[in-house]
């Protein structure tokens, strides 16, 4: 039997405002589940999103009330069954709630994994790879700033790929502001750009243009989210490589883009995809379609990353690496022992579920429901 199904709000101040087109985050709301069965397991999945409703179309609250009201009363009833079974009667009765089916699928995965005495990676298919590159995001709205915190994490081997959030300023601005962290830290340190779809297609052929003249290597969501027409032109027009990712809601959406030649790099996120076996299928999509693969992520917590590191682990070629930094952005830690992050690259726990032990008094110190 299920024995509870608890979800939970734990808001943590972030380290510096993290600054996107989309919002501007001063703290990260963790949305939380813990399941616990009457034979002793405990499962934990995380539905973390960015900005209140202001990057996608569930909210931490809705998320909690959706879950608490029509996921666990469903739920409870299919104890017995598999978990390919439980998440097609999931499917069958609650449409969309991406984020929600995932950090129900999370949990429900670590105490299966638990129980076979697995890492969460081993009942995805199994790992290629005990540690991921992480890169890190540059996103204090202020260039100097940004040099400064780029040659840190360089200096501390943490990272030395960096992304920085563009998009809300003119494109002109934005230009010139990448420009100079490119410059200042050289030709070997990958520079790449997300415009988290703030550039109309005009705006970001001359973004584009410009950037890839300058060295950048990648451009992430330059235009609106159902604008695939515009997508598939850039990605046909340029040579620097061009990422989908809001764009990218599940293996239906990532089918479509691929088979229009709408970006030559997916960033496959656990929640977007809507589980972490859809993001497996993501993964398969894009590896058969000759796509790349980044490992995204919605600035979740330690739970949330892991779990996503677990998925990232199976895929064939990460040849954009993974920004599964999320943790690194808040103040406060969660987790008894935090999640490793050594020589640019995050190490994935090797014991079974998904290999973490969460530090429950802080959670009930920090949560706010
Ligand atoms: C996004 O759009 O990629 C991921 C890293 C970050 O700083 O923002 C997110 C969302
Ligand atoms: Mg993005």
Redesign the pocket.
Same mark, same amino acid.
């Given at each position: 039997m299920y024995k509870t199904i608890e979800t939970m709000l734990v808001e943590i101040p972030t380290i510096r405002p993290?600054k996107?087109a989309v919002a501007t985050m001063q703290t990260q709301t963790l949305v939380l589940v813990k399941i616990t069965t009457n034979d002793g397991f405990t499962g934990w999945g995380e539905a973390t999103t960015?900005g209140g409703l202001g990057y996608g179309e569930e909210s931490p609250e809705s998320i909690k009330t959706n879950i608490d009201t029509y996921f666990s009363p469903l739920l409870k009833s299919l104890y017995g069954l598999n978990i390919a079974q439980i998440m097609q009667t999931i499917k069958k009765n609650i449409n969309g709630n991406r984020f929600a089916k995932c950090a129900i699928q999370t949990a429900l995965l670590d105490i299966h994994a638990q129980r076979l005495a697995l890492p969460l990676s081993e009942i995805l298919g199994g790992r290629l790879r005990d540690s991921i590159p992480v890169l890190w995001?540059l !996103?204090s709205g202020d260039t100097e700033k940004d040099i400064a915190e780029a040659q840190k994490m360089i200096e501390a081997k943490r990272h030395n790929i960096f992304?920085l959030?563009i998009g809300s300023r003119s494109v002109e601005a934005d230009v010139e502001h990448v420009l100079a962290i490119k410059k200042a830290l050289g030709k070997d340190i990958s520079i790449r750009v997300?415009v988290?779809r703030a550039w109309s297609e005009l705006e970001a052929i001359k973004g584009i243009q410009a950037l890839q003249d300058g060295g950048i290597d990648l451009i992430?969501?330059p235009c609106a989210i159902d604008n695939i027409d515009a997508m598939q032109r850039l990605t046909r027009k340029f040579d620097i490589a061009i990422m989908a990712?809001?764009s990218l809601m599940g293996p239906n959406t990532a089918f479509q883009l691929a088979k229009r030649n709408a970006a030559s790099v997916f !960033?496959v996120k656990v929640a977007q995809s809507g589980g972490l076996i859809e993001s497996c299928e993501v993964g398969k999509i894009a590896q058969l379609a000759g796509i790349n693969l980044y490992g995204?992520?919605?600035?979740e917590g330690p739970v949330g990353t892991i779990a996503s590191a677990h998925v990232f682990s199976t895929f064939d070629n990460l040849a954009y690496g993974t920004?599964l930094f999320g943790p690194l952005l808040l103040t406060e830690e969660i987790l008894k022992t935090p999640l490793q992050y050594q020589n640019f690259e995050l190490q994935i726990p090797q014991s079974a579920g998904l290999g973490i032990e969460l530090d429950e008094n802080k959670i009930d110190h920090l949560r706010h429901q």
């Open positions: 993290h996107m960015i995001v !996103a992304k959030k997300d988290n992430e969501q990712d809001e !960033a995204g992520t919605m600035l920004e």
